[in-house]
């Protein structure tokens, strides 16, 4: 079976199966495919799982802190002092990157968007990011199993790989 495949159907079973699981838990099912998408733009593997996890978490913090900063602004002048807390935090979330752990950029802002469009609600989203990465590797490594499963043993013998 080719990779993309497998891939395909791994990733369609889980979804089905997420989006019925977040609806009987009241979660909000997209949180969860945007890390998961993160997931797959990170390299997947361990690696992207971990920078995935990371960074989407600490865009979630950011988040709430540039909430926490915008109302502390918006009462002394304006916009202005929010403009100038929302380019602070988002220069913090770029300059975090120099950490390997954090080095994934696109997932600290992922994180923050996630928790503006959840409502500001901190503990929902990190665990449904968290969900969302957790069916990354899920999906991954059982797509590998499915190919590796369908894969001929003669294939292997003759050095051929599915394409």
Do not use: H, Y
Not at 50 to 68: H, P, Q, R
Not at 108 to 128: H, M, Q, R
Not at 142 to 148: F, I, K, P
């Amino acid at each position: 079976m080719r990779p993309l495949i497998a891939t395909g159907i791994t990733v369609g079973f889980l979804a089905g199966l997420w989006a019925w699981t977040s609806d009987q838990l009241g979660a909000p099912t997209w949180v969860a495919v945007v890390s998961w998408a993160a997931f797959f733009a990170a390299d997947g593997k361990a690696a992207g799982l971990v920078k995935t996890a990371a960074s989407t978490l600490s865009g979630v913090a950011w988040g709430w802190l540039s909430v926490l900063a915008a109302g502390l602004a918006t009462r002394w002048s304006g916009a202005l002092p929010v403009a100038v807390a929302v380019a602070v935090i988002a220069f913090a979330m770029c300059a975090q990157a120099s950490w390997t752990l954090l080095s994934f950029i696109p997932g600290a802002f992922l994180g923050a968007a996630a928790l503006f469009g959840n409502a500001g609600d901190v503990p929902v989203t990190a665990a449904v990011l968290v969900v969302g990465v957790l069916l990354g590797i899920a999906s991954e490594r059982s797509a590998d199993l499915l190919v590796r499963s369908t894969t001929r043993e003669s294939d292997t013998e003759s050095g051929a790989v599915p394409a």
